[in-house]
T-cell receptor, first 115, second 111 residues
């Protein structure tokens, strides 16, 4: 099973600034997924990151606000740009692994508070 | 209509009780179904996959009814450690790799 190291685990940021979240996986994976979990809600997919190509963004999420890098098969970053209090949330990266390749494994999450 | 809808909860049950969670999904073309568990301030973790024939893992039983687009999770003999939020998860139609999460059902098992 994949092990994902995500950092930072939490941060408090000033509005208008940007934060970059990093995820390192202990094995090579084709796709990495970035989710947002707002307080008291479930996970919403932000984008799918493939190595060697631009990330694919879900409706309501744009590259200018959430630029993603995927320089190799074990690493990805998500940047939350020009933050506002509405961006306060938990951000999680995820990969699929397991015997059938269908089990989602998650990083520990980044708890972001924008003030 | 949400793609995946779950019982709103919260469920507060005594130890030893049997509790059932329900979930419906909107897209009949979805192929794979799961229950995930999320502890407070932790990331989600797979509890079990759900198959058409139904499957059981110890005290946990999952059922899928494709005709009704309905998924269930039954927990027997509840333990204090079962307290968590249970997320119904469905693969997106046309994609085996993108997941849609329900809003979750919170369970608290009381001593």
């Amino acid at each position: 099973s994949a092990v994902i190291s995500q950092k930072p685990s939490r941060d408090i940021c000033q509005r208008g600034t940007s934060l970059t979240i990093q995820c390192q996986v202990d094995s090579q994976v084709t796709m990495m997924f970035w989710y947002r979990q707002q307080p008291g809600q479930s996970l919403t997919l932000i984008a799918t990151a493939n190595q060697g190509s631009e990330a694919t963004y879900e409706s309501g999420f744009v590259i200018d606000k959430f630029p993603i890098s995927r320089p190799n098969l074990t690493f990805s970053t998500l940047t939350v740009s020009n933050m506002s209090p509405e961006d306060s949330s938990i951000y999680l990266c995820s990969v699929l692994d397991g015997a059938l390749g269908t089990e989602a494994f998650f990083g520990q999450g980044t708890r972001l508070t924008v003030v | 209509r949400k793609e995946v809808e779950q019982d709103p909860g919260p469920f507060n049950v005594p130890e030893g009780a049997t509790v059932a969670f329900n979930c419906t999904y909107s897209n009949s073309a979805s192929q794979s179904f799961f229950w995930y568990r999320q502890d407070c301030r932790k990331e989600p973790k797979l509890l079990m996959s759900v198959y058409s024939s139904g499957n059981e893992d110890g005290r946990f039983t999952a059922q899928l009814n494709r005709a009704s687009q309905y998924i269930s999770l039954l927990i027997r003999d509840s333990k204090l450690s079962d307290s968590a939020t249970y997320l119904c998860v469905v693969t997106r139609a046309g994609s085996a790799r993108q997941l849609t999460f329900g809003s979750g059902t919170q369970l608290t098992v009381l001593p």
